[in-house]
């Protein structure tokens, strides 16, 4: 019998650095964990290098808590420490619910909170284009979603096959590829896939929604862990009748997600992504590090 | 094709025919062909013709997109009689009601996605549909204002085209071209009893005053700037508001509030009238395009800090894939109905649409006309503006994207509506503040007017010594010639330009090459005119329109004397506007300061090639007579020598005349005092002393004294910008991604 829960310290560090100073920079973060029902946040904060001179901190329509803040003087680097102490608890038993399609149905008569609840997961967004490519995604949907199958299961199956048919390759992708990319390469990283598996849901009538959070990863044996190594990851979640939202993680092929760690949720990388940033300043070079570091701890 | 006769009184009786006095006006041809050129001359001296469409690129990219073309008036007017009006102006307020009420739902409440109204996930997939606005604090009014495009159906019925709620544009064109068509048939509006527009600006300045409890709220119109389709629209519009029209760098966003950076510091802003779409207003906010918009402003928004007019988000009403549903969904709202419905899916101009008669080159023809109206809410009521402009189709537009360019003002009868009546508002704006970024267009627009100015004059000086004395080319062997060469691209900053052309056509080619430059220098003096357009008068428009037309006949055809002296005395009546007619805050000093350090630098820039005379022992070629006389004429300061002097022109005499003699306004004394003058005003002592500097310098050998002052000049002028313009450039977007 494993401990009903387990409890992890993160740091997402993220630096920007400048080759010329920065006069003005305005970011939006996505780091402060949600509480869920599987996770407990006992701690979460921000330091931030310079310090800001303006910070202001909300929740957005999707329940994600998000700050803003602004450093309005000359820096030529930008840390942001994001904090945070996550207790987890073990994913309860999905069972494998009803045929899909009983799903679908249910989803296009939904009304009252639901309705609300689902509508944002489950057409195009910026990153999941279904006008262009519903066709596409359907026709790869399809083949685990035969008719009649379990949700849960068809879902099961779907994240295997993403896992099994794409490559994963960060060379492949940057943060702004389109879905037609993926598609066409067959390869790309966790965003992309994630993106791909939301919108394979989508095409067939579903709801699909795009999860930001943390993997935590297991140092091979013997060895040490190795600080910084972990991820900033992403993953997808669907929409159940009996079990409400089902996570499953396409790039690892994993469904349950027995060591994911929620940030938050929204359409797609575009409503969470960790951090996003206007700066203002000379045409400089720039670079962005960034290291996750998902660490264990006594309770 | 023109019409026949008999289709014409048809059409007529159609549009006006009930109305003899309307009738007999517009039925004669003649007077309409006069009013269609007076039309089109009226409506590019106000500045909406080529003076925006025509701009070069300015060299931090701005002026580059602009898509819009003119646009030309159609003298003939499109009528509406009062019942009709009545009828439309009660439907447009229950449409614009009704549109508030779905907005209040689509980002509160959403009951009419919980009760499946219309399509959910469609909503969310809308650009148009907001994330920052769900949920968040809900604006006071999501529309204060509203345009509605509307085209009569074959069978007479009205229909809707499209609804506009998020940053609606025309209110500033039907405005100009209102003003446009009452200078051309004032009498004939008041002898039918056309409804006047004069009072709506009022409207919907207290429209926009009451979209925050902020007693005397400080407002802005944010603009994209001269590349923005709609900039003469929002131009024209701020300067009848009365309110200052600023691009998004003018503004920053501190401590959850939005800031006007002007020449005398930074001022608090408390209603930003948007006319800048919602996707572009925040680069911050998720889904938004570019950096053009101010960076944090929805934060001071969701804080209370600021108001926006239209609220952030109106704009999902326009989405097309959800504009069938909303009469529906409010039907599901409030058990209510709309008069007004929207147009067949697919409606193309053709024969569905009524017929109206067009005025063009040809004549009168006939065409289908799309009808955009404007409401506005203030505080207490919408009022619907009793005018419009009629935008005419091209057979198969789609009447949501006309494609005619040709616009009719629209002549509500309307003796009897009730005229508005507006109390005036306490009002606080920003007379005496100047945006930074428009002082730094005024110093540019000066700088260019007297680099213009200077290559003009001589150019013209150097071509009227040709025409009159062609075996001035002979001179010295052709030293003349090289000398003038020599002048002309210094004052064009391309010294090392040299021509291949044996001879004389080599000076020819210098002063083809000139006039190239000229044109150049004439369109950066109109970009930068055209962006502080609100600050200049109505005569300097003119004025700039004139310069216009000369850019574009320099570009046409070889350099002729006569079109370099209808330049000259423009530039001297655009000179002399500056002076008379500016009123004299710091933005004009600071613009003042451009035009004497521009005259300075030119100054110097001629005196390399004219003063390389051996002044010492005092022998002078010919050549060096000759090219001090051009000097003097370029510098208008050779009718001064010669009553001063009496006598041939001599180096020191000139050197005295152009370069100490304060007394001289044209001298680089009198030119680096006047600057002097404007810092000593102005409060800058860093300013002043380091023109001290240049002014202690002229005492040197010309040889000496004219690099030193030029990089002192060259320092004041980085100086000019950091203390005066500091402005942040081009902002960037920086992300990651996920692994």
């Given at each position: 019998?494993?401990?009903?829960?387990?409890?992890?310290?993160i740091?997402?560090?993220?630096?920007?650095?400048y080759?010329?100073?920065?006069?003005?920079g305005?970011?939006v973060?996505?780091?402060?964990?949600?509480?869920?029902?599987?996770?407990r946040i006992?701690?979460?904060?921000?330091?931030?290098?310079?310090?800001?001179?303006?910070?202001?901190?909300?929740?957005?329509?999707?329940?994600n808590r998000?700050?803003q803040?602004g450093?309005?003087?000359?820096?030529?680097?930008?840390?942001v420490?994001a904090?945070?102490?996550?207790?987890?608890?073990?994913?309860?038993?999905?069972?494998?619910?009803?045929?899909?399609?009983?799903?679908?149905?249910?989803?296009?008569?939904?009304?009252?909170?639901?309705?609300?609840?689902?509508?944002?997961?489950?057409?195009?967004?910026?990153?999941?284009?279904?006008?262009?490519?519903?066709?596409?995604?359907?026709?790869?949907?399809?083949?685990?979603?035969?008719?009649?199958?379990?949700?849960?299961d068809?879902?099961?199956?779907?994240?295997?096959?993403?896992?099994?048919?794409f490559?994963?390759?960060?060379?492949?992708?940057d943060?702004?590829?389109?879905?037609?990319?993926?598609?066409?390469?067959?390869?790309?990283?966790?965003?992309?896939?994630?993106?791909?598996?939301?919108?394979?849901?989508?095409?067939?009538?579903?709801?699909g929604?795009?999860?930001?959070?943390?993997?935590?990863?297991?140092p091979?044996?013997?060895?040490?862990?190795?600080?910084?190594?972990?991820l900033?990851?992403?993953?997808?979640?669907?929409?159940?009748?009996?079990?409400?939202?089902?996570?499953?993680?396409p790039?690892?092929?994993?469904?349950?997600?027995?060591?994911h760690l929620?940030v938050?949720?929204?359409?797609?990388?575009?409503?969470?992504?960790?951090?996003?940033?206007?700066?203002?300043g000379?045409?400089?070079?720039q670079?962005?590090?960034v290291?996750?570091?998902?660490?264990?701890?006594?309770? | 094709?023109s019409?026949?006769?008999?289709?014409?009184?048809?059409?007529?009786?159609?549009?006006?025919g009930?109305n003899?006095?309307l009738r007999?006006?517009?039925?004669?041809?003649?007077?309409?062909?006069?009013?269609?050129?007076?039309?089109?001359?009226?409506?590019?001296?106000?500045?909406?013709?080529?003076?925006?469409?025509?701009?070069?690129?300015r060299?931090?990219?701005?002026?580059?997109?602009?898509?819009?073309?003119?646009?030309?008036?159609?003298?003939?007017?499109?009528?509406i009689?009062?019942?009709?009006f009545?009828?439309l102006?009660?439907?447009?307020?229950?449409?614009?009601?009704?549109?508030?009420?779905?907005?209040?739902d689509?980002?509160?409440?959403?009951?009419?996605?919980g009760?499946?109204?219309?399509?959910?996930?469609?909503?969310y997939?809308?650009p148009?549909?907001?994330?920052?606005?769900?949920?968040?604090?809900?604006p006071?009014?999501?529309?204060t204002?509203?345009?509605?495009d509307?085209?009569?159906?074959a069978?007479?019925?009205?229909?809707?085209?499209?609804?506009?709620?998020?940053?609606?544009?025309?209110?500033?064109?039907?405005l100009?071209?209102?003003?446009?068509?009452?200078?051309i048939?004032?009498?004939?509006?008041?002898?039918?009893?056309?409804?006047?527009?004069?009072?709506?600006a009022?409207?919907?300045?207290?429209?926009?005053?009451?979209?925050?409890?902020?007693?005397?709220?400080?407002?802005?119109?944010?603009?994209?700037?001269?590349?923005?389709?709609s900039?003469?629209?929002?131009?024209?519009?701020?300067?009848?508001?009365?309110?200052?029209?600023?691009?998004g760098?003018?503004?920053v966003?501190r401590?959850r509030?939005?800031?006007?950076?002007?020449?005398?510091?930074?001022?608090?802003v408390d209603?930003?009238?948007?006319?800048?779409?919602?996707?572009?207003?925040?680069?911050l906010?998720?889904?938004?395009?570019?950096?053009?918009?101010?960076?944090?402003?929805?934060?001071?928004?969701?804080?209370?800090?600021?108001?926006?007019?239209?609220?952030?988000?109106a704009?999902?009403?326009?989405?097309?894939?959800?504009?069938?549903?909303?009469a529906?969904?409010?039907?599901?709202l409030?058990g209510?109905?709309?008069?007004?419905?929207m147009?067949?899916?697919?409606?193309?101009?053709?024969?569905?649409?009524?017929a109206?008669?067009?005025?063009g080159?040809?004549?009168?023809t006939?065409?289908?006309?799309?009808?955009r109206?404007?409401?506005?809410f203030?505080?207490?009521?919408?009022?619907?503006?009793?005018?419009?402009?009629?935008?005419?189709?091209?057979?198969?537009?789609?009447?949501?994207?006309?494609?005619?360019?040709?616009a009719?003002?629209?002549?509500?009868?309307?003796r009897?509506?009730t005229?508005?009546?507006?109390?005036?508002l306490?009002?606080?704006?920003?007379?005496s503040?100047?945006?930074?970024?428009?002082?730094?267009?005024?110093?540019?627009?000066?700088?260019?007017?007297?680099?213009?100015?200077?290559?003009?004059?001589?150019?013209?000086?150097?071509?009227?010594?040709?025409?009159?004395?062609p075996?001035?080319?002979?001179?010295?062997?052709?030293?003349?010639?090289?000398?003038?060469?020599e002048?002309?691209?210094?004052?064009?900053?391309?010294?090392?330009?040299?021509?291949?052309?044996?001879?004389?056509?080599?000076?020819?080619?210098?002063?083809a090459?000139?006039?190239?430059?000229?044109?150049?220098e004439i369109?950066?003096?109109?970009?930068?005119?055209?962006?502080?357009?609100?600050?200049?008068s109505?005569t300097?428009?003119?004025?700039?329109?004139?310069?216009?037309?000369?850019?574009?006949?320099?570009?046409?055809h070889?350099?002729?004397v006569?079109?370099?002296d209808?330049?000259?005395?423009?530039?001297?009546?655009?000179?002399?506007?500056?002076?008379?007619?500016?009123v004299?805050?710091?933005?004009?000093?600071?613009?003042?300061?451009g035009?004497?350090l521009?005259?300075?630098?030119?100054?110097?820039?001629?005196?390399?090639?004219?003063?390389?005379?051996?002044?010492?022992?005092?022998?002078?070629?010919?050549?060096d007579?000759?090219?001090?006389?051009?000097?003097?004429?370029?510098?208008?300061?050779?009718?001064?020598?010669?009553?001063?002097?009496?006598s041939?022109?001599?180096?020191?005499?000139?050197?005295?005349?152009l370069?100490?003699?304060?007394?001289?306004?044209?001298?680089?004394?009198?030119?680096?005092?006047r600057?002097a003058?404007?810092a000593?005003?102005v409060g800058?002592?860093?300013?002043?002393?380091?023109?001290?500097?240049?002014?202690?310098?002229?005492?040197?050998?010309?040889?000496?004294?004219?690099?030193?002052?030029?990089?002192?000049?060259?320092e004041?002028?980085r100086?000019?910008v950091?203390?005066?313009?500091?402005?942040?450039?081009?902002?960037?977007?920086?992300?990651?991604?996920?692994?």
């Open positions: 019998m494993s401990d009903p829960s387990r409890r992890y310290r740091l997402h560090r993220t630096t920007y650095d080759e010329v100073p920065m006069t003005d305005y970011t973060a996505h780091l402060l964990p949600r509480a869920t029902n599987r996770q006992h701690a979460s904060h921000l330091e931030i290098t310079p310090e800001p001179s303006e910070y202001d901190e909300f929740i957005d329509l999707f329940g998000v700050v803040f450093v309005h003087r000359p820096h030529s680097q930008l840390v420490d904090w945070s102490e996550v207790e987890l608890f073990e994913v309860p038993f999905v069972e494998s619910g009803p045929p899909w399609e009983e799903v679908v149905q249910l989803l296009s008569e939904v009304t009252g909170d639901t309705a609300r609840e689902v509508a944002p997961f489950s057409g195009s967004s910026q990153f999941v284009d279904l006008d262009g490519f519903g066709a596409e995604l359907s026709e790869i949907a399809q083949v685990a979603f035969w008719p009649g199958r379990p949700i849960v068809a879902t099961a199956a779907l994240c295997s096959m993403i896992f099994n048919d490559v994963f390759d960060p060379t492949a992708t943060v702004s590829t389109p879905l037609a990319q993926v598609l066409r390469e067959r390869r790309g990283v966790c965003q992309d896939f994630a993106h791909l598996a939301t919108g394979c849901l989508r095409s067939i009538g579903l709801a929604r795009y999860v930001s959070g943390y993997l935590e990863t297991e091979p044996t013997g060895l040490p862990r190795l600080v910084g190594a972990d900033s990851h992403a993953w997808a979640a669907v929409w159940t009748p009996h079990a409400g939202w089902v996570d499953f993680d790039t690892n092929g994993h469904l349950p997600t027995e060591r929620s938050g949720w929204g359409r797609d990388f575009a409503d969470v992504s960790p951090v996003r940033g206007v700066v203002i000379p045409p400089s070079a670079s962005l590090v290291s996750v570091d998902v660490v264990p701890v006594a309770p | 094709m019409l026949a006769f008999e289709e014409r009184d048809a059409l007529f009786e159609e549009a006006v009930w003899p006095v007999a006006a517009l039925a004669d041809p003649n007077r309409l062909r006069e009013w269609q050129h007076h039309a089109d001359r009226l409506l590019v001296a106000e500045g909406a013709g080529h003076l925006v469409h025509d701009l070069p690129v060299a931090d990219g701005r002026g580059a997109g602009i898509e819009s073309r003119p646009w030309r008036l159609d003298p003939l007017p499109l009528v009689d009062t019942p009709v009545q009828w102006a009660g439907a447009v307020t229950e449409r614009m009601e009704a549109l508030e009420t779905l907005l209040v689509l980002y509160g409440p959403r009951r009419s996605i009760e499946r109204m219309l399509p959910g996930s469609e909503v997939s809308a148009g549909y907001r994330m920052a606005a769900v949920g968040s604090v809900n006071i009014r999501w529309l204002s509203y345009a509605v509307l085209v009569r159906m069978d007479g019925t009205w229909k809707v085209v499209q609804d506009v709620t998020d940053a609606p544009d025309g209110l500033g064109y039907t100009l071209d209102r003003s446009v068509m009452s200078r048939s004032a009498d004939l509006q008041s002898q039918i009893g056309v409804a006047s527009l004069s009072r709506f009022d409207v919907l300045r207290r429209g926009l005053a009451s979209t925050t409890s902020v007693a005397s709220p400080r407002t802005v119109l944010v603009t994209g700037g001269i590349d923005h389709a900039y003469i629209d929002h131009s024209y519009l701020a300067v009848q508001l009365g309110i200052t029209l600023v691009e760098a003018d503004l966003v401590q509030r939005v800031w006007l950076r002007t020449l005398d510091g930074v001022e608090p209603v930003v009238y948007r006319r800048l779409e919602s996707d572009t207003i925040d680069p906010e998720v889904g938004s395009v570019g950096t053009a918009g101010v960076p944090g402003l929805l934060m001071a928004v969701r804080s209370g800090g600021v108001v926006l007019a239209n609220a952030h988000g704009g999902v009403i326009q989405d097309p894939h959800l504009a069938p549903y909303w529906e969904a409010y039907a599901g409030t209510n109905s709309l008069r007004l419905e147009a067949p899916a697919g409606l193309r101009a053709g024969p569905h649409i009524s109206s008669p067009l005025h080159d040809e004549g009168v006939q065409g289908s006309v799309v009808l109206m404007h409401a506005v203030d505080g207490h009521s919408i009022s619907v503006l009793p005018g419009g402009t009629g935008r005419v189709l091209a057979p198969g537009d789609d009447p949501r994207r006309p494609s005619a360019c040709s009719k003002d629209v002549w509500v009868l309307g009897t509506l005229p508005f009546v507006v109390s005036t306490p009002q606080v704006d920003f007379v503040s100047v945006p930074t970024r428009a002082a730094a267009s005024l110093y540019w627009m000066n700088r260019y007017a007297e680099r213009t100015d200077a290559m003009t004059r001589t150019a013209r000086v150097i071509s009227a010594r040709l025409e009159q004395d075996g001035l080319a002979g001179v010295d062997g052709g030293g003349w010639a090289l000398r003038m060469q002048i002309l691209r210094w004052l064009r900053r391309a010294p090392q330009d040299s021509s291949d052309l044996p001879g004389i056509d080599a000076l020819y080619d210098d002063l090459r000139t006039g190239d430059a000229i044109a150049i369109g950066n003096l109109l970009t930068e005119a055209t962006c502080v357009r609100e600050f200049l109505v300097t428009g003119r004025v700039l329109e004139r310069v216009s037309r000369c850019r574009t006949s320099l570009q046409r070889v350099v002729e006569d079109d370099l209808t330049l000259l005395s423009d530039m001297a009546a655009l000179a002399g506007l500056w002076n008379e007619s500016t004299r805050g710091l933005a004009w000093r600071i613009g003042d300061i035009r004497g521009e005259r300075s630098l030119v100054l110097l820039d001629a005196l390399v090639p004219g003063m390389s005379v051996p002044s010492a022992n005092g022998v002078r070629t010919d050549t007579v000759l090219t001090l006389e051009v000097l003097l004429a370029a510098n208008e300061s050779l009718v001064a020598y010669r009553r001063r002097y009496r041939d022109v001599e180096v020191a005499a000139t050197c005295s005349l370069i100490t003699d304060p007394s001289n306004p044209r001298s680089l004394a009198g030119s680096l005092q600057i003058g404007h000593e005003a800058w002592d860093a300013g002043r002393i380091i023109v001290g500097g240049a002014l202690d310098a002229l005492s040197l050998e010309v040889a000496e004294m004219v690099p030193t002052v030029r990089g002192i000049l060259d004041f002028s100086a000019v950091e203390r005066w313009f500091a402005a942040p450039v081009a902002p960037m977007v920086v992300s990651g991604r996920q692994l």
